[in-house]
């Protein structure tokens, strides 16, 4: 199972921000939206991910308060990315090791979308509930021993 099949269940939705745009717009935005993380996106390239790991650190760093931060200064310049192309058993492996609960999907430069540990975790799942129920229709179907229909004659 590979990135591209979990953007194509979830939609290609994307949540920008602007490097230069302040901080508490950024927060408002991920309020009102409910989400949890921003791709910072300047020029047309990702530049950075916001997420409300930087969010909460940066207000702890300023006494409680937003204040008057940009975005640029907060910010995760290096965030992990992967490709659509990209295995779901790779994602899952490199955000475990990086604590990384988004990831961007980038085709090239391009951003395809963002994929979330809830995403991969919710598709491993749905993929082990699916195997199993496959495996119990199988079995179910199984011929017992000696119950064959006898031969022709």
Not at 51 to 67: P, S
């Amino acid at each position: 199972m590979k990135v591209t099949d979990i953007l194509r269940v979830k939609g290609n939705t994307l949540y920008t921000v602007q490097p230069d745009q302040l901080l508490a717009e950024a927060v408002k935005t991920m309020a009102e939206l409910d989400i949890g993380s921003l791709v910072v996106m300047e020029h047309g390239d990702l530049v950075g991910m916001l997420t409300f790991r930087e969010v909460i650190q940066a207000v702890v760093a300023n006494g409680g308060k937003v204040g008057t931060r940009i975005v640029r200064n907060v910010m995760d310049d290096a965030p992990l990315t992967c490709t659509p192309a990209t295995e779901i058993d790779e994602v899952r492996r490199m955000m475990l090791l990086r604590h990384a609960r988004y990831m961007p999907v980038l085709e090239r430069r391009t951003l395809m979308g963002v994929v979330s540990f809830y995403d991969v975790a919710k598709t491993v799942v749905d993929a082990q509930d699916f195997e199993n129920r496959m495996l119990k229709a199988y079995i179910r179907d199984w011929p017992v021993e000696g119950s064959e229909a006898p031969a022709a004659t």
